[in-house]
């Protein structure tokens, strides 16, 4: 187990044409706890990589999502949730779905100059751009990279609509953009809180904000006047689903209007990476666990189709479903899902060297 990293191994990627794995051939003493004495380092650096992508927006026609455009200013994620479902993204690049992900980071440091070109296009229509659709925008490297804020600046002085989905308590830093777009309807926050106990988010999302931060920061956003929400996400049975509504009532004071959430899910090599880290944190109840899983996924660990991956089906799923409607009845959240954004305002501003137009 490697400190303030979320996976427990580093298994090859699904489209490696070569697999390894470790085994004791009793060379090393019993008891090797250091990667001298032949055992793993406590700790595993974050590397950085560029990215050259020569594009910057991503598009999609899932009728699960509420938006079509989407940008990931990077990929991995240095939180380290292990469940998170963007995990096997990094065998594209023939790295690991597990540590890996959390530690070989690409950045993408032409992302607010290929935007500009995108939206300068004269083909292009504007919608909903969200930041934050696979990997988080606010990670720990965008204290100092500022790709996300670069990206927002440039969605400022376009008038573009933004919404936000995020773990980290960085976005609080870009209040004075986020605010400055949402006086016209052009931005929104998601603020994505799984648990309020600090021992289970240090196991299960370590490098993320804690529920505390990140319920200050629902606090601050909602007071700059920026509509929030809180996203309960994911649902995982016998974990952490009894918080539902002790984490929807704390997001509620804290300012947060609409509310959603999430079924865990366990696409490709995230159903491994998920049981191991049950075995290894929380081995009395991974049996059960799992069970629940597959009772709310068709007998498997994963359901891909749309209209019931977010969701779940059978009995345990529509507990949850109605546990949550309740919740957010007795609490007056104003309905579920992220507010709608306007379009109207889109607008291209004069580039240097362009010509000015004649006053009439």
Do not use: W
């Given at each position: 187990m490697i400190k303030g990293r979320g996976a427990v191994s580093n298994p090859a990627g699904r489209f490696e044409l070569r697999r390894s794995e470790a085994a004791d051939d009793g060379w090393y003493p019993d008891g090797a706890d250091s990667a001298d004495e032949?055992?793993?380092?406590?700790?595993?650096?974050?590397?950085?990589?560029?990215?050259?992508?020569?594009?910057?927006?991503?598009?999609?026609?899932?009728?699960?999502?509420?938006?079509?455009q989407t940008i990931n200013p990077?990929?991995?994620?240095?939180?380290?949730?292990?469940?998170?479902?963007?995990?096997?993204?990094?065998?594209?690049?023939n790295l690991s779905s597990g540590l890996d992900f959390e530690t070989q980071l690409y950045y993408k440091p032409q992302a607010a100059a290929l935007l500009e070109a995108e939206l300068r296009k004269p083909g292009y229509r504007c919608a909903v751009i969200s930041l934050?659709?696979?990997?988080?925008?606010?990670?720990?490297?965008?204290?100092?990279?500022?790709?996300?804020?670069?990206?927002?600046?440039?969605?400022?002085?376009?008038?573009?609509?933004?919404?936000?989905?995020?773990?980290?308590?960085?976005?609080?830093?870009?209040i004075d953009l986020?605010?400055?777009?949402?006086?016209?309807?052009?931005?929104?926050?998601?603020?994505?809180?799984t648990t309020l106990d600090p021992a289970l988010k240090r196991t299960l999302e370590p490098r993320a904000a804690s529920g505390a931060a990140r319920l200050r920061?629902?606090?601050?956003?909602?007071?700059?006047?920026?509509?929030?929400?809180?996203l309960f996400s994911p649902v995982i049975p016998f974990v952490n689903d009894?918080?539902?509504?002790?984490?929807?009532?704390?997001?509620?004071?804290?300012?947060?209007?609409?509310a959603s959430y999430i079924m865990l899910r366990l696409p490709y090599e995230v159903k491994d990476l998920f049981r191991e880290w049950l075995e290894t944190h929380a081995?009395?109840?991974?049996?059960?666990?799992?069970?629940?899983?597959?009772?709310?996924?068709?007998?498997?660990?994963?359901d891909p189709r749309f209209g019931s991956r977010m969701k779940g089906e059978g009995q345990y799923a529509a507990i949850v479903e109605q546990r949550?409607?309740?919740?957010?009845?007795?609490?007056?959240?104003?309905?579920?899902?992220?507010?709608?954004?306007?379009?109207?305002?889109?607008?291209v501003p004069a580039a240097a060297g362009d010509q000015l137009r004649l006053a009439l």
């Open positions: 032949g055992g793993e380092p406590e700790r595993l650096k974050t590397t950085l990589h560029v990215d050259q992508s020569r594009s910057i927006i991503a598009r999609n026609e899932s009728p699960d999502l509420p938006f079509s990077y990929r991995g994620c240095e939180h380290g949730c292990i469940y998170c479902f963007a995990r096997p993204s990094h065998g594209y690049l934050g659709a696979s990997t988080d925008p606010y990670q720990p490297i965008e204290r100092e990279l500022k790709i996300t804020r670069s990206l927002l600046e440039v969605m400022q002085r376009f008038r573009h609509p933004v919404g936000i989905v995020t773990k980290g308590a960085l976005v609080e830093r870009d986020l605010q400055d777009l949402a006086k016209d309807g052009l931005a929104h926050v998601a603020l994505s809180i920061v629902l606090r601050r956003l909602s007071d700059a006047g920026i509509p929030t929400m809180v009894a918080e539902m509504e002790s984490v929807l009532a704390a997001a509620r004071d804290a300012g947060a209007r609409r081995p009395l109840k991974a049996a059960h666990v799992l069970s629940l899983v597959e009772q709310m996924r068709g007998g498997k660990l994963n949550f409607r309740i919740a957010c009845r007795r609490l007056g959240f104003d309905g579920a899902g992220l507010q709608g954004l306007r379009c109207d305002a889109f607008t």
